[in-house]
């Protein structure tokens, strides 16, 4: 008999926690009187440093029901580090992270089960349709996959942080060090023997969305950066092309000055190659300069996630 675990980070989420609460345990009941998962299966919520009553009401959970576990972060962590929080925290045969807001589709969860008796390790939840988020959201998604493919990062297309991991997967993971988290790439590294089940995203029950595009930019950057060093080759070939380019403008300047006696004028053939190379080297330095932080920040191993109290 197994025990799953299901692992959701919480930022301000207190609109959408007692609805979670109760259909996750609705559906832990369901698992157990089926017999596919063991009676002392539960819930753990990371409090990622939440300003409303969050962390109150996961309390009040636990002593109302003691299935339910919480994790207190000392301030906000940000989402990936507070599911890892989670992850390496919780104990259990399986874990599934999931959102708070019930959006990833808990129907899921016991199709996710089956492939897990199956012989899967890890099970990625995909999407199947996103007609609930916002057309922003789609086409930005949409553009970001194929962005993190095209520079080699090996990601499944649609899936976030709903997933199923087996005790033997958590403890890899475990090995995996780095600051700069992005946890759906490094999961497809982990190797083993993996299924997808799709589902439909829904609506977020309540509340609004704790991922304002700032954070989804650095996430996505993240995203790049941490498993890719392609945009430090683009920079390189770009400038080898513009290096040639410039080296036969400037052979052809030289024999328009020596060999003919028109005087151009010769401003804009100037001035906009400067501007246009000026900039040019000031993205370059950028992308650079990102590769840099994120040593910088890998170097200095400051711990992930500090947990404050544990219930
Ligand atoms: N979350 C978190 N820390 C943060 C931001 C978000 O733990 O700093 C949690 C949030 O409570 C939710 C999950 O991460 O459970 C996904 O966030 P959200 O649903 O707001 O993102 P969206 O679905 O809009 O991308
Ligand atoms: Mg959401």
Redesign the pocket.
Known sequence: MVTLNLV??????QE?LPETTRRLLTLLDGLVANGAVDASSGIMY?????HDCTWALIEAFHSRDPRVHGIKLSR????Q???LAGLLSVEGDVLIS????L?DDLAAIPRMMAEFRNGAEIVFGVRHRRDS?SFF?RVSARSYYRLLRRFGVNVLQDH??FRLMSRRVIEELRGFREVNLFLRGIVPLLGFRTAIVKYDRHA?FA?????PLV??IMLASDGVASFSTKPLQWSAYVGGVLALASLSFGIWALSIRLLTDRTVPGWASTVIPMYFLGGLQLLFLGVIGGYIAKIYAETKQRPRFIIERTL
Do not use: T
């Open positions: 959701i980070p919480c930022f301000n989420e959408v990371v409090d990622d440093g939440s906000n962590h940000g989402h580090n507070a599911l999931l959102d708070a807001d959006q988020d959201k976030a942080d977020r509340g609004e969305s704790k991922y954070k989804m």
